[in-house]
């Protein structure tokens, strides 16, 4: 079981930060991935980390500004937002894969959270 937490509005230029807090004993067997979705736009993929924090991936849109990390022993995935800008608002999911690799697929990945919605007002 996923939990996203840490969305909200924010300014342009802002930053914030997603926390996702993964249920289980064997956290750093499975990818994580957040996938973010706009209204009337497909899920995409926005950053994915490797089991083992070592392995990490970033869409071209968003690369300088979110960082994803991981802490194994808090079974807790994060995104750090900063230089938000407007067309980063959508629904951002955290999502896990059963692979200790992400993939850029949703369809790769059998867990997902709530969602959370961040807004960035202009």
């Known amino acids: 079981q996923l939990q996203a937490s840490g969305g909200g509005l924010v300014q342009a230029g802002g930053s914030l930060r997603l926390s996702c807090a993964a249920s289980g004993r064997t956290f750093s067997s499975y990818a994580m991935g957040w996938f973010r979705q706009a209204p009337g736009k497909e899920r995409d993929l926005v950053a994915a980390?490797?089991?083992?924090?070592?392995?990490?991936y970033y869409a071209d849109s968003v690369k300088g500004r979110l960082t994803i990390s991981r802490d194994n022993a808090k079974n807790t995935v994060y995104l750090q937002m900063n230089s938000l800008k407007p067309e980063d608002t959508a629904v951002y999911y955290c999502a896990a894969r059963s692979h200790t690799y992400y993939h850029t697929s949703p369809d790769e990945y059998g867990y997902w959270g709530q969602g959370t919605q961040l807004t960035v007002s202009s």
């Open positions: 980390i490797s089991g083992s924090g070592s392995y990490t």
